[in-house]
């Protein structure tokens, strides 16, 4: 049995909360099923099974009851689990440990170099990676892990037959080539607001940990946090820029006791798992993009203010922004009170 969209966005907007929500929808569908007598058998709450089961084929999907014997274990034991869960591509996967990467749809691009790296060094590693198949950071974290020739696992808030944003077509079809792309609602069903803060249990379900790379101040993403919380799952935080919007909610989860991530090594030492060696993600070493590797050498040369290093390297300030960000953060470059800026030499 699946919920009935309708049921589980009356559920949500009577409740609000996720986990009381789904809980109710679910009373809900199973009274509407008891009522209506369904014949034996049938997965999917409708009047009409044989519909259902030429809808799953349609999608290339398979129904997993809670009670099957692959139903993946770590959702198993949650006080909500889904009742029956759909699944495109190869259902074993959903056994193997995993870590779930998220973050801001609108991501800045050093967010999505951090959360593509992060991905690519735990698959690497041998864990999958577990998102929601959105724009920004979800999308990057199953690039990485499909660039390491990795096991990625998608979580839908909508119908299995269905892929939100319908950019991410392409995307769904090789994350379900490599592992999975997985949801709970009947097929069919579109995306709808109240579906994804449900969805993001399932995230933060299936995994190990959960990995927050960026989080505005009020963003679902934190709400995938506060599951894991309650799932008693590890919280880690990549640290941002405290003046940029996008890293407010997860700078505020380091605050308030998430563990910080600076490389993958990081998430596998807390995990006992064995290190990768991974590099931070940072433009230092073999890691320097082309653009940073420009000014440090132009700082090598001598220390510059900013409209000095733009002239020198004949790029606008604001295209010297971002590179200059990483290399701070990576501490690589600091800005004296002058607003000098400077190379500092690190540590062999």
């Known amino acids: 049995m699946a919920l009935q969209p309708e049921l589980a966005v009356a559920a949500f907007r009577q409740h609000r909360h996720p986990r009381i929500a789904l809980q109710a929808a679910v009373r809900a569908a199973r009274a509407s099923r008891r009522k209506q007598t369904p014949p034996a058998g049938a997965d999917l709450q409708s009047s009409d099974p044989l519909a259902d089961l030429e809808a799953l084929a349609r999608a290339e999907a398979v129904a997993l009851p809670v009670d099957s014997p692959l139903y993946p274990p770590r959702l198993g034991v949650l006080s909500d689990p889904a009742v029956v869960l759909l699944v495109r591509g190869r259902a074993a996967v959903l056994q193997r440990p995993a870590v779930a990467i998220v973050g801001s749809r609108a991501a800045t691009v050093y967010g999505k170099r951090v959360a593509r790296q992060f991905a690519r ?30 096991v990625t696992v998608g979580v839908l808030a909508c119908g299995i037959d269905r892929i939100y944003p319908r950019e991410h077509r392409a995307l769904a079809q090789r994350v379900a080539a490599s592992g999975a792309v997985i949801g709970e609602l009947p ?23 959960v990995l927050v790379v960026e989080a505005r101040e009020r963003s679902g993403t934190l709400i995938t946090a506060s599951h894991a919380a309650n799932q008693g799952r590890d919280v880690f935080a990549v640290p941002g820029p405290i003046t940029a919007p996008t890293s407010v909610g997860s700078n505020r989860l380091l605050r308030d006791g998430a563990i910080i991530a600076l490389s993958a090594d990081d998430v596998l030492r807390e995990l006992g798992l064995e290190s990768t060696g991974a590099t931070r993600p940072s433009p230092s070493g073999e890691q320097t993009t082309e653009g940073a590797a420009a000014i440090l050498e132009a700082l090598r040369r001598a220390p510059a203010s900013r409209d000095e290093l733009s002239q020198r390297l004949d790029r606008a300030p604001e295209q010297l922004a971002l590179d200059l960000l990483e290399l701070e953060l990576a501490g690589r470059v600091a800005e004296d009170r002058d607003g000098r800026l400077s190379i500092v030499d690190l540590p062999e």
């Open 187 to 209: 097929v069919g069903t579109p995306p709808r607001a109240p579906f994804f803060p449900m969805r993001n249990r399932l995230i933060s379900g299936l995994s190990l940990a």
């Open 121 to 150: 060094d735990l698959a690497a590693a041998g864990l999958t990676i577990v998102s929601g198949l959105a724009r920004g950071i979800d999308a990057e974290a199953h690039e990485g892990a499909l660039e390491a020739g990795g």
